[in-house]
């Protein structure tokens, strides 16, 4: 709960006119999925790479049918395989993840960029400089997309020095709406989900993001390491801590 930020789930309220759909249900089917999927690389001793490329979910009769997974019925939660045509699969598909780095109104690949660079790359921004205007607060076109609305924040260059390293990341998320259903398209276009790691590494959707983060598979297992043993510890990993991530990573 704390490093995927689970726990925010409770506060998160989408609006009921976008997203009528939602409810408390939804909301807690939303959990149990990543923590069923969490526990079973856990208990059966899978790979932690697994987080990212499992071709596997747990779903219910509810979530199944918010992903559009056919044939799942009732509200156990089992064990389902899934196809690459269902845009499921690893944690960064969940419902979950998709739902708490979103706004209440709309998606928002600054969280969702974020998100990525602290919990899977452990890259945390700084934070932002003082009087810098919210995107909320710089006058747009209502019926620009959300990529087009963050070029024109990025215009300011105060601003372009992190949202160029988070929202390119973010972008790949940007098929899946404010709780993580799967779209074509946004304020009338096609969605462009093309995007960059702070390197350069170019990407074009989520598919090719997992495999770029794949390859960078050292990066994400010595996050998670960072991540457990702080929960281990109840305390931030130090410096000197770096000896014992390294062992426990190898």
Request: overall charge neutral.
């Amino acid at each position: 709960s704390q490093w995927l930020y689970l726990r925010n789930l409770d506060s998160r309220t989408p609006n009921a006119r976008l997203f009528p759909d939602f409810d408390d249900n939804l909301r807690q089917a939303f959990r149990q999925e990543t923590e069923l999927f969490f526990e079973s690389v856990v208990r059966e001793d899978r790979s932690v790479l697994d987080l990212l490329k499992a071709d596997y979910t747990y779903l219910n009769e509810r979530l199944a049918k918010h992903y559009g997974i056919p044939h799942v019925y009732g509200s156990r939660f089992r064990r389902v395989k899934v196809s690459p045509e269902s845009h499921r699969g690893g944690l960064l598909r969940h419902g979950s993840i998709l739902t708490v780095t979103s706004y209440a109104t709309r998606t928002s690949p600054v969280i969702r960029g974020n998100w990525i660079l602290e919990n899977i790359l452990a890259m945390p921004t700084p934070p932002p400089p003082p009087d810098v205007p919210s995107l909320a607060d710089i006058p747009v076109d209502a019926k620009l997309s959300i990529r087009d609305r963050l070029a024109r924040h990025r215009t300011n260059p105060a601003c372009a020095s992190c949202h160029s390293i988070m929202d390119p990341l973010g972008f790949a998320l940007e098929n899946f709406d404010a709780v993580g259903k799967w779209r074509e398209t946004e304020a009338g276009t096609l969605i462009d989900a093309s995007g960059s790691l702070p390197d350069g590494t170019m990407f074009d959707g989520l598919p090719e993001l997992r495999d770029v983060l794949y390859e960078r598979r050292d990066e994400f297992v010595t996050t998670v390491t960072e991540k457990l043993l702080t929960y281990a510890l109840g305390r931030g990993v130090e410096y000197y801590d770096g000896p014992a991530i390294r062992q426990i990573t190898r």
